[in-house]
């Protein structure tokens, strides 16, 4: 067996041991899943995920991406998904997120299609690339703004929560602008999500933006000068 087979199994066997099946019921409910879970709480997964990571560590990029893959498309329960993203942003594989990781991410949130998958991915994923490799995904970014995908024009919105002072106001406004007819919670909850964390760093920019864009939805308006 090799060390990904491994890695999935010992996933896949650590959270059916560990699952609580008297939990799991109302966290499918909670998350409107139609995967079942196994019942295994965010604390007790990061601690398996920190421990099953140490114990099998993958040396080659191709094994960890098919590991992932592996993980998230054969699925039985939602927290094999959880570990799998979880996968991805271990510090042992940093030196393998570059560019060529989009589409990876793409597959992921794409079939994801919950906030739960995708806001991880969007800003601590996505986010991060976007950051380290500006020319990159700078275009993919204002792509994923008009795709006719819910959850990519989100992941635009939202991929620069933590930039503070290096946002790029200009991709934020298109990303926001474009989806400003979009009468889906998601979207316009993102929307507000991401003006209310850069006023934390820019609150005259987003009161400018938020008096300059009556189209904004009441929710948006709402989060977005929640703090100012």
Known sequence: MTESQ??????RD??????DARKAPEMQRYMKSEQPFRGVPAPERG???KQLFAAHVLTDEEDWRATVLTLWREATYREERY?????TGDRRYAAWQTPALVPLYEELIVTGAWWDHVDEL????IGPL?????????PV???WATDPDLWKRRTSIICQLTFKEATDTKLLTAAIEANLDDRDFFIRKGIGWALRQFARTEPGWVRAFVDSH?????LSVREAVKHL
Request: aromatic residues 4%; without cysteine.
């Open 141 to 143: 970014m204002y792509a």
């Open 6 to 11: 491994t890695l999935i199994k010992a996933v």
């Open 130 to 138: 976007l950051r380290g490799f500006p020319e990159d995904l700078t």
């Open 14 to 19: 650590g959270l059916a041991a560990i699952g």
């Open 47 to 49: 601690a398996l995920a």
């Open 214 to 218: 009556p189209g904004l939805s009441p």
């Open 122 to 125: 969007a800003s601590r994923r």
């Open 83 to 87: 570990l799998a993203i979880a996968l």
